[in-house]
């Protein structure tokens, strides 16, 4: 007969009931490497694992578990450091966009407002620009503009009805005047329902640019309006006509 050391024995019985004991103490009450939640498998039922099998199949379990980021039912609430590092829920990324566009620059104005130290809030007037702001929309998207050509520039009949009426009148004269003191040749004529604007073509402002960006392009010339805005959320423009 083969001879068998018992110290060899009784090293494969401390292994054997080392690795029952460890599986038994991950899943309490599951009996020795039961998977979280499930019985053992029919093959696992079939074959009798030896005191390595046992621990190797205790190794690759363990790694499932850290790869697939599993936590949940770990006694004393520890989770793997792989499950720790994936985003929790309501840890992503906060929008920016504050949904609708004057609402966004109104924002954008208190918050400078805020952090001035030397605002006067007695004189701070967002009812203002919010009024303002409505009349910038009406003009952009509400106001029509018949372009005609004229000899050395073009002249634009912009109508509208309701709110955009009194916008047009409000905002198509003040900006025609800004863009004078820019250096343009403009002139304006007001209409019963609405204004009539002449933007005359120069070396700076050619024909070909002026038809290129039309009613609202020429709008839109100058980086004044931001400027304005402040100016009349902090009461500096009352009075003054507001375009």
Excluded: C
């Amino acid at each position: 007969m083969p001879r068998f050391p018992w110290k060899t024995a009784l090293a494969g019985a401390a292994l054997l009931a080392a690795g029952t004991a460890f599986g038994a103490q991950l899943t309490p009450g599951a009996g020795p490497m039961q998977p979280y939640g499930h019985g053992p498998s029919q093959e696992m039922q079939a074959a009798p694992m030896g005191p390595m099998s046992q621990m190797n199949q205790m190794g690759m379990h363990n790694m499932g578990m850290h790869g697939m980021g599993m936590h949940e039912g770990m006694p004393g609430g520890f989770a793997p450091h792989a499950a720790m590092n994936v985003a929790q829920p309501g840890a992503t990324a906060m929008p920016t966009m504050p949904g609708q566009e004057a609402f966004g620059t109104i924002q954008e104005i208190v918050r400078i407002l805020e952090a001035d130290p030397s605002t006067d809030w007695s004189k701070v007037d967002i009812a203002a620009l919010r009024e303002h702001l409505i009349d910038m929309d009406e003009v952009t998207m509400h106001a029509a503009a018949q372009a005609r050509m004229i000899d050395g520039g073009i002249e634009f009949t912009v109508t509208g009805a309701g709110r955009a009426l009194p916008a047009i009148k409000r905002m198509v004269p003040a900006h025609a005047a800004v863009l004078r003191s820019l250096g343009w040749k403009t002139a304006t004529e007001e209409l019963p329902d609405g204004v009539r604007l002449t933007v005359m073509a120069s070396e700076a402002e050619p024909l070909v640019k002026l038809k290129a960006l039309g009613f609202i392009g020429i709008m839109a010339q100058g980086a004044h309006h931001q400027r304005h805005h402040l100016m009349m959320a902090k009461g500096e423009m009352r009075g003054m006509t507001a375009h």
